[in-house]
Every structure is written in structure tokens, then in C-alpha cells.
């Protein structure tokens, strides 16, 4: 298994911004995707956005337009940048990616929105 590392969590008031990093050993030589996924409290765990190594995207309904997944594949890194950030994106945000390694999961960032 990979062992992803995440950055770029915390506290942020309603209608903030905050941008999630996840990075890949540089050993890694090939990510197919790299997903953000998030579990509330008291929810399920949600897929929110995930990158191919072309670099398309899809995302979740309640991110769309403010939510935004980058990656730069020189780094073996993925981007979240998340704007208009609501109380409902408070959550523990995972990134997970399918890798020439095999598959990697990362620890887990708080992101808490909250005035």
C-alpha cells in the first residue's frame, strides 16, 4: 500500500477558503486518479472530487462551482482547493489514488467551518 500525506486542513469561517494538498512518494511512477473524499459527523464517507491522469475531473453535486481538484504530476501531488466553504463541509477530508505502486490512502485532514 501507498502511504499518502496530507496538509492543508483547519479552521475557517463560513464563506472561507482553505486549499487541501496530497502528495505521493516520489518513487511513485505512475497515479491513474487521485480522489478527495470526506466523512462528516454522523455521515457516510462521500466521494468529493477525483482527478485522471489526464487530467479530467468530476465532482460531487454539493461541491460543483466551488470546489475545485487539480494535481501536478511532477510532484505526484493533488490540489483541493476549496472555496465558499459552508458549515456542511466540515469533515475529515481523505485523498486516495490508484497508483503503479498499488492503491495509496492518506491520514486524514479536519477541515471545520465554523464562525
Known amino acids: 500500500q501507498v502511504h499518502l500525506v496530507e496538509s492543508g486542513g483547519g479552521l475557517v469561517q463560513p464563506g472561507g477558503s482553505l486549499r487541501l494538498s496530497c502528495a505521493a512518494p516520489?518513487?511513485?511512477?505512475?497515479?491513474?486518479?487521485m480522489n478527495w473524499y470526506r466523512q462528516g459527523p454522523g455521515k457516510q464517507r462521500e466521494l468529493v472530487a477525483v482527478?485522471?491522469?489526464?487530467?479530467?475531473?468530476n465532482y460531487a453535486d454539493s461541491v460543483k462551482g466551488r470546489f475545485t481538484i487539480s494535481r501536478d504530476n511532477a510532484k505526484n501531488t493533488v490540489y483541493l482547493q476549496m472555496n465558499s466553504l459552508k458549515p456542511e463541509d466540515t469533515a475529515v477530508y481523505y485523498c486516495?489514488?490508484?497508483?503503479?505502486?498499488?492503491?495509496?490512502w492518506g491520514q486524514g485532514t479536519q477541515v471545520t467551518v465554523s464562525s
Open positions: 486516495n489514488a490508484e497508483t503503479s505502486q498499488g492503491l495509496g
Open positions: 516520489e518513487s511513485v511512477a505512475f497515479i491513474y486518479f
Open positions: 482527478i485522471y491522469s489526464g487530467g479530467s475531473t
